[in-house]
Nanobody, 120 residues
Framework: VQLQASGGGLVQPGGSLRLSCAAS????????MGWYRQAPGRQRELVAF???????NYADSVKGRFTISRDNAKNTVALQMNSLKPEDTAVYSC???????????????WGQGTQVTVSS
C-alpha cells in the first residue's frame, strides 16, 4: 500500500493551493484520512481529518480557510487551501488508516511530504 501526495508549491499570501493524495495497492477499506503538517522547529500537527462517512475536523488555525474532501471510490483525499498565510508554510503529509486485503487489522500509512511555502 502506498500514499502518493502532490500539489505543493510556492504561493503568495492570500493565494490558494490544492493538495491531493491517492492510496493504491491491496486495499480492502480506508477508514479515516487526514493531512498533517510540520514546520521547521515545530512538532507535526493535524491540519484536517475526514472520516469514511465524510465528517470533518480542522485545526483552529485553518478553520474557514481549508477544506478536506475524499473520494471513496478513487481512494483519494484532497485539501483545498485558501487565503494562505506565511504561517501555513510547512511540509504537508497525508495519512490514512487502511485495512489491507486479508489483514486482521488496519494500520496507519503515510504519504511522502509535500512542501507548501507561502511567501511574497
Amino acid at each position: 500500500v502506498q500514499l502518493q501526495a502532490s500539489g505543493g508549491g510556492l504561493v503568495q499570501p492570500g493565494g490558494s493551493l490544492r493538495l491531493s493524495c491517492a492510496a493504491s495497492g491491496s486495499i480492502f477499506k480506508i477508514n479515516g484520512m487526514g493531512w498533517y503538517r510540520q514546520a521547521p522547529g515545530r512538532q507535526r500537527e493535524l491540519v484536517a481529518f475526514i472520516t469514511v462517512g465524510g465528517s470533518t475536523n480542522y485545526a483552529d488555525s485553518v478553520k474557514g480557510r481549508f477544506t478536506i474532501s475524499r473520494d471513496n471510490a478513487k481512494n483519494t483525499v484532497a485539501l483545498q487551501m485558501n487565503s494562505l498565510k506565511p504561517e501555513d508554510t510547512a511540509v504537508y503529509s497525508c495519512n490514512a488508516e487502511i485495512l489491507r486485503n486479508w489483514a486482521r487489522s488496519a494500520r496507519d500509512y503515510w504519504g511522502q511530504g509535500t512542501q507548501v511555502t507561502v511567501s511574497s
